[in-house]
């Protein structure tokens, strides 16, 4: 994964080159330079976190906003800190992109360096602002696109993550709802480590279950509606797993992607307690208190 995003930050530096503005407003000629000379910051703003200059403090920033830029091929996005950052320090809308344009031409052909740089800065501006990281997309009249893509009822088979990267892609969705009885865990992780890489959001609103818990966890933020199901188990272990050891094993591999994803890996213990054939549900308030979810909200746009 991290070396198909660093090809994508290669591929994408003309498009960045020749300007990745936020919607309704335009890099060049308008720029305000006086900002520049003040490393972009408005008079009176909020000062960079301690140990960080103004200029140091802009680049990250600006990482952050091209991190998105890059992963999606699409000027019309950005991230949800970046947006916080803006507005809290006061920096300039242009200042951001032409800093962006910048990192381009400075890290040159180095693209892995400038994805690491730019995943950091990501967390460093969410944690500074308290917002998480996350896509945001904008039409083309400059409103927030809120397109979701929509899977329901559907097992986690063969391929279910490549084909559902490839439709959450052809349709600039923002986030995903998912409501399955589950299925393949290799492929609801490879699926789950996508969206949190993206920045892109999970959501259920009727059941989701085994596999399918592993895709919800993925989410940068997870929610579910007052009347959904979240229910857990053991999963069928591979047979290169069956022996006692490789069982072992696999329970570890579970409570290993829960804490990877924030979540209390005491959520993977409890599911394999429980037999394969049954369903221990997990009430929201659990969920919430265990980090599997991070709102419970009335409905999904």
């Known amino acids: 994964m991290a070396r198909t995003i660093s090809h ?3 591929c994408v530096a003309m498009t960045v080159l020749f300007g990745c503005a936020m919607p309704g407003q335009a890099p060049g000629p308008t720029s ?3 900002s520049e000379r003040n490393g972009g910051l408005i008079s009176g703003s909020t000062r960079p976190p301690q140990g960080m200059s103004r200029d140091d403090w802009l680049s990250r920033i ?4 091209l991190l998105r830029v890059g992963q999606n091929l699409d000027v019309a996005v950005t991230d949800s800190a970046v947006i916080a950052a803006a ?3 006061g920096f300039r809308v242009d200042a951001i992109i032409d800093r962006s344009n910048q990192l381009v031409v400075e890290y040159g ?3 892995p360096a400038l994805l690491a740089f730019a995943t950091e800065s990501c967390r460093q501006v969410s944690e500074a602002t308290g917002v ?3 896509l945001v997309r904008f039409e083309p009249d400059g409103t927030l696109r809120m397109n979701w893509l929509r899977i329901d009822g559907a097992e986690i088979a063969d391929g ?3 084909q559902t990267i490839g439709e959450l892609r052809r349709q600039r969705a923002v986030g995903l709802v998912i409501n399955s009885p589950g299925g393949s865990v290799f492929e609801a992780r490879k699926l789950g480590r996508y969206l949190r890489t993206m920045g892109l959001r999970t959501a259920v609103d009727q059941a989701c279950t085994s596999a399918c818990i ?3 966890a993925g989410g940068a933020e997870r929610y579910v509606t007052p009347d959904a199901t979240l229910g857990i188990h053991q999963s069928k272990v591979p047979r290169r797993f069956s022996s006692h050891e490789g069982g072992q094993r696999y329970v570890a591999d579970a409570f290993l992607y829960l804490r990877e994803m924030g979540i209390d890996p005491d959520v993977a213990i409890a599911a394999a307690s429980v037999p394969n054939n049954k369903i221990l549900l997990i009430s929201l308030s659990d969920a919430l208190q265990t980090g599997l979810i991070t709102d419970v909200i009335e409905r999904v746009e």
């Open 62 to 65: 600006a990482a952050c906003h």
């Open 132 to 134: 998480t990281s996350t």
């Open 109 to 111: 052909s180095r693209g």
């Open 8 to 10: 994508l930050f290669l």
């Open 87 to 89: 507005d809290k320090y």
């Open 214 to 216: 592993d895709v919800l």
């Open 160 to 162: 279910f993550a490549e």
């Open 32 to 34: 305000d330079r006086g």
